[in-house]
């Protein structure tokens, strides 16, 4: 992994929380109307949560597509009884399994939105919610100007070519030349198990729908300010995204962390890792320097906004949530 600088693991300074619920007298008009409907019908009332942060001239919104649990024997390196203990420890059980959020960030600068992931879109558990995150912004998809997919997983493409449509039609779409060559290979495809063939399918699909789509090569800006992290080891292509100005910064990794096993340990992987031994150096480099740098992290499956550090705690490594909201 290259070595990331203190200035890139910067600790960021956010600005505050919204629940879906605070952006205006429309907004909640339309909610309360909502409200009143779904109580008088007896049913729940479903608000797609969202949470922003500034970093520097950047607005980060949190956004989740859904969520899943995830069979307590998805974690090759411990025992399900293990893992299952270990999630019932930290409030994060189900009885089917471990409870994975699918956590996507919008970063927008006032000239330019770029969403990071587009979501499982339906493929995996009760997902399938971005496009209405994205409405209760008052966005479309067709808003987007560009969409970094981390790696080409079901759970972070699905969005892009659900309904078998270029969803985000106006968007430069970026994914690592490796991940691309990857999923897109026949005899790779043919030899994959079961559970890693909509991967391969939807990779396929995002190829032949978006034809402008760019494979890069390494570490790169996107934008000024935002600039792709190289995290190989998850998947060939394992990608992260950093978001900097002004001082403070924001690193999204993707699949670097899941829930209940990491960052405590490294030798705890997830079902669709490919290549275990990389996933784990990578971990086994990331985690220290990110808790000495106090980096703030943006995670896509831990509990909504998926965002905290990796801290050090008496030789241990932990998951501290940030403590984000309504900060100076």
């Not at 339906?122 to 209405?132: A, N």
């Not at 969803?167 to 990857?182: F, S």
């Amino acid at each position: 992994m290259p070595q990331l600088s203190r200035r890139a693991f910067a600790s960021a300074l956010p600005l505050g929380l919204v629940g879906g619920t605070l952006f205006g007298g429309s907004l909640l008009s339309d909610l309360t109307a909502e409200a009143a409907t779904s109580q008088a019908a007896g049913a729940p009332v479903a608000t797609t949560p969202f949470a922003q942060i500034r970093i520097g001239r950047f607005t980060v919104t949190a956004l989740t597509d859904g969520c899943a649990d995830m069979p307590y024997n998805y974690f090759p390196g411990r025992s399900a009884p293990e893992v299952e203990k270990a999630a019932k420890a930290q409030f994060t059980a189900r009885p089917s399994g471990v409870r994975f959020l699918f956590n996507q960030y919008l970063v927008e600068d006032g000239k330019q939105r770029i969403l990071i992931d587009a979501g499982a879109a339906g493929s995996i558990g009760e997902t399938g919610h971005l496009p209405q995150a994205l409405a209760t912004l008052g966005l479309k998809p067709s808003q987007i100007d560009a969409v970094v997919v981390t790696h080409m997983h079901q759970d972070h493409m699905g969005g892009l070519v659900l309904g078998g449509k270029n969803n985000y039609p106006d968007a430069e779409v970026y994914i690592d030349r490796r991940d691309v060559k990857h999923w897109t290979d026949r005899a790779k495809r043919n030899g994959a198990p079961d559970f890693l063939q909509p991967s391969f399918k939807m990779a396929e699909e995002v190829v032949r729908l978006y034809p402008k789509l760019q494979a890069i090569d390494g570490e790169r800006e996107i934008v000024p300010g935002v600039s792709i992290v190289d995290l190989t080891g998850h998947t060939p292509g394992h990608i992260g995204v950093r978001i900097e100005d002004g001082g403070k910064s924001l690193i999204m990794v993707s699949d670097m962390i899941f829930p209940v096993v990491h960052p405590a340990a490294t030798d705890v992987f997830f079902l669709f890792e490919q290549d275990q031994a990389a996933a784990k150096a990578m971990r086994d480099r990331f985690f220290p320097q990110a808790a000495s740098e106090g980096a703030l992290i943006a995670a896509t499956h831990m509990p909504f906004p998926g965002l905290g550090r990796v801290v050090s705690d008496r030789g241990q490594m932990r998951w501290e949530v940030a403590d984000w909201a309504l900060q100076d």
